[in-house]
Nanobody
Framework: QVQLVESGGGLVQAGGSLRLSCAAS????????MGWFRQAPGKEREFLAT????????YYADSVKGRFTISRDNAKNTVYLQMNSLKPEDTAVYYC??????????????WGQGTQVTVSS
C-alpha cells in the first residue's frame, strides 16, 4: 500500500513557474515508478510525465515536453514536477500516481488526492 499526498499547487500568472511535490508513505517508494497527471473540468485525465523507480528514465507528454520536469528523491520518498512557462490551458487538478511499471496510461495502482493549479492570463 502506498499513500500519496500532493502539494505546491496554487494560482500563478501565465509565464510563471510552480513546483509540485508528492510525498509517499511507506518504505517501498523506491520500488515504484511515479507519474504525474492532470484533469481539467469536463476533460479526461491526461498523462504528463513519468519517472522510473531508479530515476534514470523519464517520459513526457508532447504538451509539456521542454516546460515540465519530473524528478524524484528516493531518500525523501518524494517526486516533483517542476512546471515552467505556464499557460492558462495548464489549469487543472494535478495528480501524482505510483505503479510498479513505468507506464503512460492512467492505470496506475495508487493515486493522490490532487492539487489545484490555476494559471491566469
Amino acid at each position: 500500500q502506498v499513500q500519496l499526498v500532493e502539494s505546491g499547487g496554487g494560482l500563478v500568472q501565465a509565464g510563471g513557474s510552480l513546483r509540485l511535490s508528492c510525498a509517499a508513505s511507506g518504505r517501498t517508494f523506491r520500488r515504484y515508478a511515479m507519474g504525474w497527471f492532470r484533469q481539467a473540468p469536463g476533460k479526461e485525465r491526461e498523462f504528463l510525465a513519468t519517472i522510473s523507480a531508479s530515476g534514470d528514465t523519464t517520459y513526457y507528454a508532447d504538451s509539456v515536453k521542454g516546460r515540465f520536469t519530473i524528478s524524484r528523491d528516493n531518500a525523501k520518498n518524494t517526486v516533483y514536477l517542476q512546471m515552467n512557462s505556464l499557460k492558462p490551458e495548464d489549469t487543472a487538478v494535478y495528480y501524482c500516481a505510483a505503479d510498479p511499471l513505468l507506464i503512460v496510461s492512467a492505470t496506475y495502482d495508487y493515486w493522490g488526492q490532487g492539487t489545484q493549479v490555476t494559471v491566469s492570463s
